[in-house]
């Protein structure tokens, strides 16, 4: 186990019964150029510090949530459910 990860259901948890969904990034408008949709899909900011990301408890409550992470240290500060989520 590389970190801890508190669901907000479930509680703190090893990262190793979650599922990594990504950075938490605007989604375009569906008629947006193919272009945004690219950039969306597969361009990652990869930030040195927080970041704001999409988990998912697949060996516990199977919800998405989403975490703020600290990239070098893996420390967790915050995590919500996506409508109680700020920024």
């Given amino acids: 186990m590389s970190f801890l990860l508190g669901c907000p259901n479930c509680g703190e948890r090893g990262v190793d019964e979650f599922r990594f969904g990504g950075e938490v990034t605007p989604r375009p408008a569906p008629d947006a150029p193919r272009a945004e949709w ?19 408890h697949s060996f516990g409550c199977r919800r998405w949530f989403i975490a703020v992470r600290d990239t070098v240290t893996n420390r967790v500060s915050e995590t919500s459910w996506p409508e109680e989520a700020h920024g």
Avoid: C
């Fill in 38 to 56: 690219t950039s969306y899909s597969y361009m990652r900011r990869n930030v040195t510090g927080d970041q704001r990301e999409w988990w998912y």
